[in-house]
């Protein structure tokens, strides 16, 4: 997957404000390597104590419930960011690691693992040396009050002189825009032709149909991998957002 080294990849979020809290901050290398691997070299950050805390006992408790929720804060990124790459060979190293002992969260941290690997694969441009055709992602499940939703959308991608995004199918065009910035979001602009051949969806509304574009992504790089090993084929992907 990797030439060579790409380095201090900063997924870090510090929002703490309200309920859009999400403070996480990460930062990464990623290193061409034989097998998946990663690789935690963080510094460890041991929390200031207050003068207030005068007992051992209390200041012992305080310490280790830190390094409970770092622990569980890391298995969470490490988690997250193998789902993102699946079976890539690369390491990953965790270089920096923060957590807020109020304003940090799973998700927040699950996000991050996200945005690092957006950010390698915007350093690293998609290469398409032929076409990847019939590419099908499907995202669905329950709301809270009980009705079902989906979105589902089938997209091919060509190789090209410079990004390009052309629809080829009747949907609205709005959702035809999300799925061209869910891609630029993804993988950037790289010299790829992407055809957005077929949409369908119920009770899915613009920013939840975002996420099937995040699944399409993830099955042509899975797609991609097994092309190199010459195990290529195409299935769809469903349901796998964490």
Known sequence: MLRRPVRDVDASDK??????????????????????????????RIPGRSPAVTDEERWADILRFHAEDVRHFKDVFADAMRAELGEAAVRVVLTRFVHHTIDSSDRGFAA????????????????????????RARDSGTYFRGDSYFSEITVDFEPAENYEFVRRTDARRVYADVVDEGIRTEIGTPPVRVV???????????????????????????????????????????????
């Open 112 to 135: 991050a693992a996200r945005r690092a690997v957006r950010e390698l694969h915007r350093r690293v441009p998609l290469e398409l040396t032929e076409p990847v055709r019939g590419v």
């Open 196 to 242: 957005l051949t077929r949409v369908s969806r119920q009770n899915v509304d613009e920013r939840r149909f975002g996420d099937v574009v995040v699944l399409a992504v993830r099955q042509l790089r899975k797609h991609l991998r097994e092309r190199a090993t010459g195990t290529e084929t195409i299935r769809s992907v469903e349901d796998g957002l964490p």
């Open 15 to 44: 929002r703490q404000t309200g309920c859009g809290a999400s403070f996480a901050i990460v930062s990464v290398d990623f290193e061409p390597a034989e097998t998946y691997e990663f690789v935690d070299t963080a510094p460890e």
